[in-house]
């Protein structure tokens, strides 16, 4: 045997050897969970919580906190990024109820003290169950849904399923397989990947209005993505776009707060085109004198 067929051979193994180790150990790559003791007590100062605990049909437990504002507005269904659990993550709400909101967050399936195997398919039911608690008590037209990065994904996927006031997307990804490409761009992860997340999918389905914050500096999913994701559904699309900011950094800035609140504060209204230039037809033919 000639030796460029031992060495296609040796390439060949070492190519499915790492498929394999990718398919079985992604997990390990996509999330970052922080388990937490049954016992923990969760504690925000100024910030009036209450843990819950729900039970699924395949008996995982999905544990979360509803953070209550006086005289709440509404509700901010919050989706949480990969890593920690909603102990850290729940900082975030102040951002919610200070302007009136009460705030779910809920850990994925093995955060904090959350139990059950982590598949797509099951997330997705598991966040659609939580939906369905929560509008029990609230009408969807106080309902927001808020996806931050990997929530992202799965809050365009309840949207398109459902019918709240708003969909807000904050660094959100094109689709998990494509972040996942841009870093193994060899590897067919078409085959391979376990949580695909085709946002873009969804958000063609969402008949609600969705805004989308990202950072221009955002190394991880990079701005550009959400002009993308912002022409999958234009008509109910708005882009806003924070100078400088990265994938966890947001909340620093002055303008981030700025657009929030203008986002969840503000009611649909219909714009007037009576009168602008919206029709006029521009020509580069010389009008005659």
Known sequence: MQNWVYVVLAILTVYILISVLLFFFQDFFLFKPEKLNKDFQFHYENQETEEYNVETRDGAIINGLHFKAKDPKGVVFY????????????????????????????????????????????????????????????????????????????????????????LILDAPYYSLSKVAKKYIPFMPLSLLIKFPMPTYKWLKYVKCPIHILHGTDDRLIPYKTSVKLSKINPKRTKLYTIIGGGHKDLNTFESYHSMLGDIINSRPRKVNLEGSSIDVKHTSKPINA
């Open 79 to 166: 989706l949480k990024g990969n890593s920690k659990s909603i102990k850290g993550w729940g900082k975030f709400a102040v951002d919610f109820t200070r302007h009136g909101y009460d705030v779910i967050m809920v850990d994925y399936r093995g955060f904090g003290k959350s139990t059950g195997r982590r598949t797509q398919k099951a997330v997705k039911r598991d966040m659609q169950v939580i939906y369905n608690k929560i509008k029990k008590k609230v009408s969807e037209k106080y309902i927001i849904l808020y996806g931050r990065s990997l929530g992202s994904g799965f809050a365009a996927k309840l949207a398109s399923m459902n019918e709240p006031r708003m």
